[in-house]
Nanobody, 125 residues
Framework: QVQVVESGGGSVQAGGSLRLSCTASRSVFDAYAVAWFRQAPGQERDGVAC????????WYADSVKGRFTISRDSANNTVYLQMNSLKPEDTAMYYC??????????????????WGQGTQVTVSS
């Protein structure tokens, strides 16, 4: 059973920054692209950023382009999300998972079911 642990969330004012981290208990991330997803209360879980298995290609949702940067440290089986210029609409629970990009949309791998607890990001105006 793969365990995914997200961390680094918190409460910040608009314009602030946070850096999220995601680590998996096994090297399951090695073979896949990995993405960050977020879910606000009452809304669907949406992909915001994805990094290729090699780490040299990234995709971003339009809402975060130019503000968020995803990266991965394969040696430590960790994926990061640097979030700058945060806005109140970025408030959500953030999760990571193996993923793919389909028709421009970041989606989790269908066979992945071991979602972590997530890390809460709250941005106040």
């Amino acid at each position: 059973q793969v365990q995914v642990v997200e961390s680094g969330g918190g409460s910040v004012q608009a314009g602030g920054s946070l850096r999220l981290s995601c680590t998996a208990s096994r090297s399951v991330f090695d073979a896949y692209a990995v993405a960050w997803f977020r879910q606000a209360p009452g809304q669907e879980r949406d992909g915001v950023a994805c990094v290729s298995w090699s780490g040299d290609t990234a995709w971003y949702a339009d809402s975060v382009k130019g503000r968020f940067t995803i990266s991965r440290d394969s040696a430590n089986n960790t994926v990061y999300l640097q979030m700058n210029s945060l806005k109140p609409e970025d408030t959500a629970m953030y999760y990571c998972a193996p993923a793919s990009v389909v028709a421009g949309l970041i989606v989790p791998l269908r066979e992945f079911t071991s979602w972590g607890q997530g890390t809460q990001v709250t941005v106040s105006s």
